[in-house]
């Protein structure tokens, strides 16, 4: 009969005692105060400091979002990344960054729904909580928006990557900057040209930069329906999460029917852009990762509707 083994237990010295040995200290005696009345603030310093500062502030923060869409889900919680900047004199040594996430706090405790209104409402209120005359807002999350086969209507959740920049000016008023990026479907002309059968395919990325009209109004339009819509309509052909056989034989069928060069692409974006009312100024940027070459092939376009069309009128 086997004897039972003795597990011996190691013997630890107490917590206190364990954090001693690898290096804790006891508290040494505190002679600056603790009420924050009495503390020294460095950054409201007033002098002569050389050069105004363009833009001051914190980036890469995390937080729980909310986002509305024409398109369903039409409304989702996401994670975005903000960025919070004011410029700042040079007779001021600095600025109070605690006030950046104590402003994004308050407005999550409201429900802080992503939209041009609370944001501009939200910029301004920093300038102000700030003591500047400006201030910016910059965030950027994944948007999810469902798309069905087009035979079998089976659905999932695509995703497209968005930002929105608003800046506040005292007395320039709001300008407001937006961007959406999207995956899409490309296939070659010249391949499906010089070949006996076949051509080959690619996935794209499309990402749109556009300036907004002043009295733009998102509740009442979508611009990231419209931008995605500027993207996948002018591809040959749109990305799917769920594709059965009768599906992916309409998709390929349907790239093969639309050819497009990246250079392509690139115009036909511009000009469904162009023609849309809200937009002042884009820029598009389209990426191919080519399937047969080693490289990507790119192409971009920049146009500002109120300059450019002066121009060549």
């Known amino acids: 009969m086997d004897k039972a083994k003795t597990i011996t237990k190691k013997q630890l010295p107490d917590k206190a005692n364990r954090h001693k040995l690898f290096g804790s200290v006891e508290p040494g005696p505190k002679t600056k105060p603790s009420e924050k009345s009495q503390m020294a603030d460095l950054q409201n310093t007033q002098e002569d400091f050389l050069f105004d500062l363009d833009a001051v502030g914190i980036s890469n ?14 409304s989702q919680t996401t994670i975005a990344t903000f960025e919070f900047t004011s410029s700042v004199e040079k007779s001021s040594k600095g600025t109070n960054m605690s006030r ?30 700030l003591n500047q005359k400006d201030a910016e807002i910059k965030v950027s999350f994944p948007w999810f928006y469902e798309r069905r086969g087009p035979q079998s209507g089976l659905s999932g959740m695509n995703h497209a990557d968005v930002s929105i920049t608003v800046n506040y000016d005292i007395v320039a008023g709001f300008t407001v900057t937006t961007s959406l990026s999207s995956l899409i479907t490309t296939l070659c002309p010249c391949s499906k040209e010089i070949s006996e ?41 749109r990305l ?53 070459h080693m490289h990507d092939a790119v192409a971009s376009i920049t146009y500002d509707k109120i300059t450019d069309d002066k121009l060549e009128g």
């Open 61 to 74: 923060v995390k937080h729980p979002i909310t986002v509305t869409s024409n398109m369903e889900p039409k």
């Open 100 to 129: 950046f996430t104590e402003q994004l706090q308050e407005f999550h405790r409201k429900g802080f729904v992503i939209n041009l209104q609370a944001l501009k409402s939200f910029t301004k209120d920093l300038a102000e909580r």
């Open 197 to 237: 059968y076949s051509a080959h395919n690619q996935r794209g990325e499309v990402t749109m930069t556009v300036s907004l009209a002043e009295d733009f109004d998102d509740e009442a339009t979508d611009w990231k329906e419209w931008l995605l819509e500027a993207a996948e309509s002018n591809a040959s052909a």
């Open 240 to 292: 799917h999460p769920v594709l059965k056989r009768p599906d992916e034989k309409m998709v390929t069928e349907e790239a093969y029917e639309n050819p497009r060069f990246v250079e392509d692409l690139t115009r036909l974006v511009a000009a469904d852009l162009y023609e849309m009312p809200f937009i002042t100024k884009f820029h598009v940027h389209c990426r191919n990762e080519e399937s047969i």
